[in-house]
């Protein structure tokens, strides 16, 4: 039984130090990489890492724990962690000047299993300091090329250009590495020959000037300020001695006053006494002219002004008397020029018109000339031939135009007056009209052969027979009797 159980017993410590040392054993074969490095495991051959294209030998291990055999695999580890580098690199610009470029570069190993297989085959094992000058290598080649193709004003007046230039340029050549910039600052740039200095030389000059400017126009406002309050305390201290010389005279003016009390005292009664004087004498003077004005001057002004009213009322009668003429003279004026231009119009009109029938009567008095000398030709050419025809045709043609001329008078009649009516016009007509007829049969006899021709008037009528009294209807020319 007693061995049962030391059987039973060494069984279960055999277990356990089995178990001890498995512990043991796997402890020491695991193995586990930090966050800020990877770990690279060579020895067996592993699947191609992700990204690299063919098996290159070895695992990367990043952030998680691995099972390593040791004797037959190899474990290193690459740090992750940012380096620093400062460059301090002296390059010459397109100006052909040269300057110190001072910059600083962050880097570290890519995170991607590209960057860590890049930088493991190149830094695995390497110390930090050959690590450093190779990126400084890469950065002063880059940087170099860079500021030959820049001036000091580029540089100057835009650096972040030419740090993402550079970055820019090495960002392939730190790939290929397995490294990537963090960042690239630039600190300073340094001019040996002093041309910055030259260049900020007109601008520290105009910024002095200005400072200078305004420190003399500080200057000149605080002398004008200084000046303002001395004048205001030499006007303080004016009116304090002109209030104290007008206390002064005050004080004399009443010591004087007090001095002559006395004496102005009586003088002032003495001047009340003159006043109140002639205020009685002023008073006696008004009531004496109001006495004058009731008893004289009123009925005086009274009197010149009804004379004067009444002188007044008259002129304005003769006024209105004179307007009222020279209207009815201006109105006959009026009407006097109206009637001269009527008849000068009249008078104009009746000289063109006579004039324009004598004219036409001239005219006509020659044609009718013509006319006649040329029947009388022909008349006498007749006669030669058939004188008592021509004759009796002559007499036939002109027997409407003797007859109308016998009547010619009472046609010029203006006015005709007749004394028994009717028969009065009756009577005056058939006479007419009769000495048309016995005027013809003269002219008839005085044409025949052997007779003596009439004597012809200045209207070339022939004379013809004695007027015969008038008929009983007496005709009369002119005269406005009524009709």
Request: aromatic share 4%; net charge negative.
């Amino acid at each position: 039984m007693h061995s049962l159980i030391i059987g039973a017993g060494a069984g279960v410590g055999g277990a356990i130090a089995l178990v001890i040392v498995v512990a043991l054993v796997f402890r020491a074969m695991w193995r586990v990489a930090e966050p800020n490095e990877a770990m690279i495991i060579s020895g067996f051959k592993h699947e191609p890492v992700e990204g690299v294209g063919e098996s290159m030998g070895f695992k990367i291990v990043t952030g998680k724990g691995v099972l390593v055999l040791p004797g037959f695999q190899r474990v290193r580890t690459l740090s992750l962690d940012a380096n620093e580098t400062e460059l301090n690199i002296t390059c010459v610009t397109t100006q052909g000047i040269p300057v110190i470029v001072k910059a600083v570069v962050i880097y570290k190993v890519g995170d991607d299993f590209v960057s860590i297989s890049n930088a493991g085959r190149r830094f695995l094992d390497k110390a930090p300091e050959e690590v450093e000058q190779k990126i400084k290598n890469v950065f002063e080649g880059h940087l170099r090329s860079i500021v030959g193709g820049l001036t000091v004003e580029q540089m100057i007046r835009d650096r972040e250009a030419l740090t993402e230039r550079t970055r820019s340029h090495s960002a392939e050549e730190m790939q290929k590495l397995g490294l990537v910039i963090d960042t690239l600052q630039i600190k300073e740039i340094d001019d040996p020959t002093g041309y910055i200095k030259s260049l900020a030389a007109p601008h520290a000059a105009a910024v002095q000037k200005e400072a200078r400017i305004a420190q003399a126009s500080a200057d000149r406002e605080a002398t004008e300020q200084e000046q303002a309050a001395e004048a205001l305390k030499a006007a303080a201290r004016r009116e304090a001695e002109i209030k104290k010389a007008g206390y002064q005279a005050e004080i004399d003016r009443a010591q004087r006053e007090a001095a002559q009390a006395g004496p102005l005292a009586e003088q002032i009664a003495r001047q009340r006494v003159v006043e109140e004087q002639t205020k009685v004498a002023e008073l006696e003077a008004q009531r004496t002219e109001q006495a004058l004005q009731a008893e004289v001057r009123k009925p005086a002004d009274a009197e010149a002004y009804k004379q004067r009213t009444l002188a007044q009322a008259e002129r304005d009668a003769r006024i209105s008397r004179a307007e009222a003429g020279a209207k009815e003279t201006q109105k006959i004026r009026v009407e006097a020029d109206a009637q001269a231009g009527s008849t000068r119009a009249i008078g104009t009109a009746q000289a063109d018109a006579t004039q324009a029938r004598g004219l036409a009567e001239a005219k006509s008095t020659e044609a009718r000339g013509l006319a006649e000398a040329a029947a009388i030709k022909a008349r006498a050419e007749a006669l030669a031939v058939n004188q008592e025809a021509v004759i009796a045709q002559q007499l036939a043609e002109q027997a409407v135009n003797i007859v109308a001329a016998a009547a010619k008078p009472v046609g010029d009649i203006d006015n005709l007056v007749v004394f028994n009516g009717t028969d009065g016009i009756q009577d005056a007509v058939l006479g007419s009209i009769a000495k048309g007829f016995t005027t013809l049969q003269a002219f008839r006899s005085s044409l025949a052969p052997g007779s003596v021709a009439p004597t012809a008037d200045q209207n070339g009528r022939a004379d013809a027979a004695p007027d015969e009294p008038p008929a009983p209807g007496r005709i009369c020319r002119g005269g406005n009797a009524a009709q």
